[in-house]
């Protein structure tokens, strides 16, 4: 990439780091990976969970124990849906939650892509 260029996964993590946000939750896939290349350039820690579940579970813990807005980060499709459980009870008990997930090239939504999934639509309130 050319020097002052950006992408997405840059754009993110410079985002992230002028919040403030010091640790995220997360588990990688191929959607992702782009976003985990910068954040390995970044001095946000990243804490590596056994299931994205638990990297929900572990940012709501988190945000209930420090006060700040936890961050969880998994790939799209399953790697998404696994997310459900823990923000919604992150929503539910009012715990300040970030949730980053990858998704199916923007052409390919409503083609029953590979790992394509209505994220927003299952995580609606």
Known sequence: MKKGKTNGAKAIIKALEAQGVEVIFGYPGGATLPIY?????????????????????????????????????????????????????AFMDSSPLVVITGQVPRAMIGNDAFQEVDTTGITAP
Do not use: F
């Not at 961050?71 to 919604?88: D, E, F």
């Open 37 to 89: 290349d910068e954040l390995a350039k970044s001095s946000i820690q990243h804490i590596l969970a056994r299931h994205e579940q638990g990297a929900a579970h572990m940012a709501d813990g988190y945000s209930r124990a420090t006060g700040k807005t936890g961050v969880c980060m998994a790939t799209s499709g399953p790697g998404a849906t696994n997310l459900v459980t823990g923000v919604a009870t």
